[in-house]
């Protein structure tokens, strides 16, 4: 990636990203929306303060308060052509020692830098950066890249590509899968989908934050890959820590209903999305989700083969068994609950002696649907 990269939004996420890159030797500019807040604050300050008596030697330090800590407003030179650097928040602090530029505005990033990363909240966030005013749109022209890895949903993504490329710009969506601690660690694994000769270029910035990238195809592939993912990490079961140790035993029969689940909705659902169930096994594998579980069943749950290793039904007997222990402890399980009735719905179709992955089915194809 030659020149100066962008990375605009600098939450738990982008923080950790864009310091990995300046340790790595890349020239980074950030921007950050409460940042630019916080600089339009220190501009009135000062416009204030150069109206009244206060000689400016006498503020030199302001401690602010506001939703980021504010560490302090320096003010360092009445006439300072470029306040914003005076005006830091903990956040960008540690990214400004480490060599970055600060810029006042999304669009002040992208025509700085030939590439633009974007780490956002969600949707709304990814829109406004984009199209508002003052946003990274405004300066794309041909030859610049903009590279969306905030989680989103594949409209949204479709909406940014087309936008950006009707400009003559190049797009990639580039989710990721990990946490704060892979972020930091440079361990995420990337779920990249757009323009091909984007993600070619950025695979240098790629390998610095991420240990593993995918390239899924067209705009909006890696959004809905990366939903998956997460809606299989979302359903993980409770285990109730005060349970002794037998009642810990069924509570962990939840836990494997509850991820048999979630992961068989989790196929199915990247299948129907037109994604490779392949290609969602090798993304859990790397996560933090990742399980022999997963791992053992996967493939053969892909070729349909539930040769019994665990019978369902004895699965379902441990989750009838389980719900009338949560019953008598007052334990509220809904998603256990659900489990079971798939269980017992695969029951309903005959599927009792096979392997307890054969829920797949009954997931797959619910009371009414073919
Ligand atoms: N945390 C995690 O473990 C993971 C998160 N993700 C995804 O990464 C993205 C970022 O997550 P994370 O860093 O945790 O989130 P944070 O809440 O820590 O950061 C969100 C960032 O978005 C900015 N933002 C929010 N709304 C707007 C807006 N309207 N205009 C401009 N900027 C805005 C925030 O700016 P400000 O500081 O001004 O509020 C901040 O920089 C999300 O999409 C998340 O789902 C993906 C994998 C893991
Ligand atoms: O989007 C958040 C994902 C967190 C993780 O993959 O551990």
Not at 160 to 186: M, Q, R, W
Not at 232 to 261: T, W
Not at 325 to 331: A, C, I, W
Request: include cysteine; charged fraction near 20%; glycine fraction near 8%.
């Amino acid at each position: 990636m030659e020149g100066e990269v962008g990375f605009l939004g600098l939450g738990i996420m982008g923080k950790a990203m864009s310091m990995n890159l300046l340790r790595h030797g890349f020239k980074v500019t950030v921007w950050n929306r409460t940042l630019s807040r916080l600089a339009l604050i220190c501009f009135s300050l000062v416009y204030l303060l150069s109206k009244s008596q206060i000689a400016f030697d006498d503020v030199s330090t302001l401690q602010c308060h506001g939703p980021k800590q504010v560490r302090s407003l320096d003010i360092r030179s009445p006439s300072s052509q470029n306040l914003t650097y005076a005006c830091y928040f903990e956040e960008c602090d540690e990214l400004v020692e480490h060599g970055a530029s600060v810029a006042e505005t999304p669009a002040a990033v992208v025509k700085k830098c030939k590439y633009t990363i974007a780490m956002l909240s969600d949707p709304s966030a990814a829109l406004s950066v984009v199209f508002d005013k003052d946003g990274a749109l405004e300066q794309i022209c041909r030859g610049k890249g903009y590279i969306d890895m905030s989680t989103v949903d594949s409209d949204t993504s479709t909406k940014i590509s087309e936008a950006i490329t009707s400009k003559g710009g190049y797009f990639l969506e580039a989710p990721v899968s990990g946490s704060k601690k892979p972020a930091e660690d440079g361990q995420l694994v990337i779920l990249a989908a757009g323009e091909k000769t984007l993600y070619e270029e950025a695979l240098p910035a790629f390998d610095v934050m991420g240990k593993k990238s995918f390239f899924l195809g067209k705009v909006g592939n890696g959004a809905k890959m990366k939903l998956v993912v997460n809606m299989i990490m979302g359903r993980a079961e409770y285990i109730d820590p005060h349970l002794n140790d037998v009642h810990k035993e069924l509570q962990s029969c939840f836990l494997l209903c509850s991820m048999m689940n979630a992961f068989s909705e989790g196929l199915i659902l990247a299948d129907k999305s037109g994604l490779s169930s392949q290609t969602l096994l090798d993304v859990l594998d790397l996560g933090g989700i990742a399980n022999p579980m997963f791992k053992m069943k996967g493939p053969t749950m892909i070729q349909k083969n539930y040769s019994p290793a665990f019978p369902l039904k004895h699965q379902q007997k441990d989750m009838r068994l389980a719900l009338a222990l949560g019953d008598e402890n007052s334990v509220s399980m809904p998603v256990a609950a659900a489990s079971n009735e798939a269980f017992k719905k695969a029951r309903s179709m005959g599927l009792g002696d096979l392997d307890f992955s054969a829920v797949f089915e009954a997931v797959k194809f619910p009371e009414g649907s073919s």
